[in-house]
T-cell receptor
């Protein structure tokens, strides 16, 4: 079974705090993704990574950064959290091949007060 | 640019009915199409992956079809149950990323 875990299911932070969301996989998949999901806006890609130390911006990278020091771990960093970053954050993985299937973690519900 | 739409946005049916969810995409040059289920407050669970060379894929009471030429996929759910209540999303690869539909929210009433 594919396993993608996220560090927290629920998180409450204050405006201005630095926030770390972590995603860990046990499937040796090359690609890792961070999305946020908001009502009426669907899933939006923040960043993705196709290899260690490699990262690519998605559709909404502003206010976020990422880190991938090991293949199995992909971190999303909110340098200075703001209330408009309150959202559901979803991590996903896939293989590099073109017939790739995507697998998701359980999600982190982040509330910024 | 690839765009994915899903119709209907929401659907409510009585238990036991067979139903069809629709997914449309604008660029037919896809490698595969994936259907997901999402329960409230949870992540996405992969249901079915149809490769571009396939026309259908089945898992239990679920059957997904793919017609690349018309840019459409359907998810057929047989003998629906209250436990099938969830949001169903489809997605297609786009480069190294994926494009998701907005989802269909399904309610199966006991």
């Amino acid at each position: 079974d594919v396993k993608v875990t996220q560090s927290s299911r629920y998180l409450v932070k204050r405006t201005g705090e630095k926030v770390f969301l972590e995603c860990v996989q046990d499937m040796d998949h090359e690609n890792m993704f961070w999305y946020r999901q908001d009502p009426g806006l669907g899933l939006r890609l923040i960043y993705f990574s196709y290899d260690v130390k490699m990262k690519e911006k998605g559709d909404i990278p502003e206010g976020y950064s990422v880190s991938r020091e090991k293949k199995e771990r992909f971190s999303l960093i909110l340098e200075s959290a703001s209330t408009n970053q309150t959202s559901m954050y979803l991590c996903a993985i896939s293989r590099l091949a073109s017939n790739n299937e995507q697998f998701f973690g359980p999600g982190t519900r982040l509330t910024v007060l | 640019k690839q765009e994915v739409t899903q119709i209907p946005a929401a659907l409510s049916v009585p238990e036991g009915e067979n139903l069809v969810l629709n997914c449309s995409f604008t660029d037919s040059a896809i490698y595969n199409l994936q259907w997901f289920r999402q329960d409230p407050g949870k992540g996405l669970t992969s249901l079915l992956l149809i490769q571009s060379s396939q026309r259908e894929q089945t898992s239990g009471r679920l059957n997904a079809s793919l017609d690349k030429s018309s840019g459409r996929s359907t998810l057929y759910i047989a003998a629906s149950q209250p436990g099938d209540s969830a949001t169903y999303l489809c997605a297609v690869p786009y480069g190294q990323n994926f494009v998701f539909g907005p989802g269909t929210r399904l309610s199966v009433l006991p």
